[in-house]
Nanobody
Framework: QVQLVESGGGLVQAGGSLRLSCTASGRTFSTYNMGWFRQAPGKERDFVAAINWSGGSTRYADFAKGRFTISRDNAKNTLSLQMNSLKSEDTAVYYC??????????????????WGQGTQVTVSP
């Protein structure tokens, strides 16, 4: 089992950058594929990016390609999401999630077993 805590959210102007972090408890972080999702008010929770257990493979939603970068540091039990060129439509609560299966990277939220509490990102026009 793993517990996840996100941080790094905040208010930023359009065109700016933010770096989100997700710190995991427990010794098994390095065995999980990890993902970032986001949920805007009144909308579904959408896939943003995923990274495999070793950090050697990544996957992005179309809107994130070229702007967002997912990374991990297994020695520090930390997952990160660097977000550049932010737009107002990126405003949402961002969640990190862990998938214990170590299979192909998934963009489906039902595949993820553990979730953090979320961190708010607000992008002003």
């Amino acid at each position: 089992q793993v517990q996840l805590v996100e941080s790094g959210g905040g208010l930023v102007q359009a065109g700016g950058s933010l770096r989100l972090s997700c710190t995991a408890s427990g010794r098994t972080f390095s065995t999980y594929n990890m993902g970032w999702f986001r949920q805007a008010p009144g909308k579904e929770r959408d896939f943003v990016a995923a990274i495999n257990w070793s950090g050697g493979s990544t996957r992005y939603a179309d809107f994130a390609k070229g702007r967002f970068t997912i990374s991990r540091d297994n020695a520090k039990n930390t997952l990160s999401l660097q977000m550049n060129s932010l737009k107002s439509e990126d405003t949402a609560v961002y969640y990190c999630a862990a998938d214990s299966r170590r299979s192909a990277l998934s963009g489906t939220k039902g595949r993820y077993d553990y979730w953090g509490q979320g961190t708010q990102v607000t992008v002003s026009p």
